[in-house]
């Protein structure tokens, strides 16, 4: 049997864990774990296929939304520096410190002002061709 790709996106939680990442389907009851994001997502879609299996439905990666809360993000990604980041998106830094930490919650402009950021310095650092000096 053809397996039919599934055309919308299929968003999951994702949480940081002691061992790696845990992610659920927030509308399907899908659940995995993962070392890596990388990991976590290559286990999600195989969990996905075999949820949609029966239906016909083929996942990809494609298809899935990660969203992390701020909080988890800066503690997995601690070589982004708040700090910094604050003073790239013209956002008070003692702000940023707060929705790092739980404190306060941002808004939806305010958190796609620092995705926003987020993405820019990762184009920078994709873009980058680093040489030793020898």
Do not use: C, W
């Not at 298809?63 to 809360?69: G, K, S, T």
């Not at 790092?100 to 305010?110: N, T």
């Amino acid at each position: 049997m053809t397996k039919t790709p599934i055309k919308k996106k299929i968003t999951s939680k994702v949480e940081k864990t002691k061992t790696g990442f845990s992610a659920f389907a927030v509308d399907y009851p899908v659940f995995t774990t993962g070392k890596t994001i990388a990991e976590l997502t290559k286990n999600l879609t195989e969990a996905l296929n075999f949820y949609f299996e029966d239906d016909g439905l083929k996942i990809s990666e494609k298809n899935i939304n990660l969203e992390i809360d701020l909080k988890q993000f800066f503690q997995y990604y601690r070589v982004i520096n708040a700090k910094f980041l604050a003073g790239r998106i013209g956002m008070n830094p003692t702000l940023l410190s707060h929705y790092v930490q739980g404190r306060k919650k941002p808004s939806v402009m305010q958190t796609e002002k620092i995705l926003n950021g987020i993405r820019e310095i990762g184009r920078e650092l994709s873009d980058l061709r680093l040489v030793s000096q020898n």
